[in-house]
């Protein structure tokens, strides 16, 4: 397990309690060709999420989810609609948010700690103060032996342990994460997301996470967003009514639990059944 850290200064107490939006995506259409055809990956969303707040978006494969995540990130601009970052319309990449990929986008020719220094240093940290933030993260991740290791010497959950420290070193305010666990064992994903959910904890970035696995989307969320079979649109938007802190580890056995998520896979399944028959 990770140890335990000190919060972070980025999202101060003060500023959790007070009500805000951290991302609005409004009535926001995204199309792009394919095969030489326009295709409509989403149409008319909508969708906020509040200033240190936990979201999942699930969804059949294909509806659009990782098209929020480059919208959101500056990396995609929509055809139709409005996506803003606390306020302000998104026109570019920010340093304000962080996207955590599916797969490890680790340099191989680095060491873990070169890897999760070098954000740091583009924001203008020096050698020292990056090099040591570093060592403190991978620290909390539980990755002080591997500190000089190369990516190659890595295990698949240790690898995405120095991605997830690299990405929160530098304590964005808001954090994509696009499916990070999908590649790793069962045993291992288990213990990533509890781990994750600590990290997260330290100072409570707003994050979007998209996911397949619908156990994962509620024991790691305050709401999951539904949507539906492509195009992707918003259609269902559920609270999920676990206290936290949570060890996932006995909270899939929790009656709120699986009620949450009964009713989410009830709306899901018709979604999914519409991917397979399109």
Avoid at 8 to 23: H, K, Q, W, Y
Avoid at 68 to 90: H, I, M, Q, S, Y
Avoid at 201 to 218: C, G, K, S, W
Wanted: charged letters at 25%; a negative charge; one cysteine or more.
């Amino acid at each position: 397990m990770i140890p335990p850290a000190q919060p972070a200064s980025a999202a101060s107490s003060s500023d959790l309690d007070e009500p805000g939006l951290a991302i609005e995506i409004s009535s926001v259409t995204r199309q792009f060709m394919r095969n030489g055809e326009p295709f409509t990956a989403i149409r008319d969303v909508n969708l906020e999420v509040n200033l240190g707040e936990f979201l999942s978006v699930v969804g059949p494969s294909g509806c659009g989810k990782s098209t929020l995540l480059n919208l959101v990130a500056g990396l995609a601009v929509p055809e139709a609609g409005v996506v803003k970052t606390f306020g302000k319309k998104v026109s570019g990449v920010s340093r304000d948010v962080g996207f955590i990929f599916q797969r490890d986008a680790l340099l191989p020719w680095r060491t873990a700690v070169q890897n999760v220094a070098l954000p740091l240093r583009y924001r203008g940290k020096s050698r020292k103060e990056a090099d040591n933030t570093a060592r403190e993260w991978l620290d909390r991740v539980g990755l002080t032996k591997f500190a000089d290791s190369y990516p190659s010497q890595l295990s698949g959950g240790m690898r995405k342990r120095v991605a997830i420290a690299a990405t929160l070193a530098y304590q964005p305010s808001i954090i994509l994460m696009d499916e990070p666990f999908s590649a790793l064992d069962v045993q291992t994903r288990m213990i990533m997301e509890d781990d994750l959910l600590n990290l997260w904890a330290t100072y409570r970035p707003a994050v979007l996470f998209i996911t397949h696995d619908l156990e994962e989307a509620v024991g790691l969320s305050d709401r999951v967003v539904v949507m539906s079979a492509s195009p992707g649109r918003v259609i269902g938007d559920h609270q999920v009514p676990l206290e936290r802190p949570r060890d996932l580890l006995d909270v899939r056995f929790e009656q709120k639990f699986t009620e949450t998520h009964e009713q989410i896979w009830s709306q899901l399944r018709t979604e999914v059944e519409q991917a397979r028959v399109n």
